[in-house]
């Protein structure tokens, strides 16, 4: 761990053992879980989780913890957060996507795919314009995420 990790992780710590609300949210909804999946923070995630940071809570379009993880790319925490028991498929309200179909719009990384794939991401899920992520990841011209999908 660098010794910023090691700083971030120590206030995370401090601010905890003073009473602060793992799961509080800003008015976006978004909380200190999601913004450390997205930085791919796992020392964090898991001390947050360790302090009782719930999986559960969502930002106001309906994105969960692990669709903060799918925007980052962060593997380490995406793996993580799965095996903890994070939903794979969990539903965002805005378009309908899931963090596979999220992936296939945004980041289209195909590592990601791999990941979900492994963890039982639906491949099928359509969102609400009734799209699969296979059809997303076609338009964008996404080759390597396309492939991954396919022979899933």
């Known amino acids: 761990m ?10 995370v710590e401090l601010l905890i053992s003073k009473g602060a609300d793992v799961n ?16 791919g923070k796992v ?13 559960e809570l969502r930002d106001k379009s309906g994105c969960s913890v692990l669709h903060y993880a799918v ?8 793996q993580w957060l799965l095996m903890d028991g994070v ?12 963090p596979l ?8 990384n195909k590592d ?9 991401a639906d491949i099928n899920i359509l969102d609400k314009d009734n799209k699969s992520a296979l059809m997303i990841a076609v338009i964008n011209g996404n080759q390597p995420f396309v492939q991954v999908l396919v022979e899933n």
């Open 101 to 108: 179909l999220r992936a296939a719009s945004v980041g289209g």
């Open 71 to 78: 925007d980052g790319a962060n593997l380490d925490a995406i």
């Open 112 to 120: 990601v795919a791999e990941m979900l794939v492994k963890f039982k």
């Open 24 to 39: 509080a949210q800003n008015d976006q909804g978004k909380n200190a879980l999601m913004m450390a999946a997205f930085g």
């Open 87 to 98: 939903e794979v498929n969990a539903v965002d309200n805005a378009s309908g996507w899931t």
């Open 2 to 11: 660098s010794a910023v990790s090691k700083n971030n992780l120590d206030m």
């Open 43 to 55: 020392n964090i995630i898991k001390e947050l989780r360790n302090s009782g940071a719930k999986y």
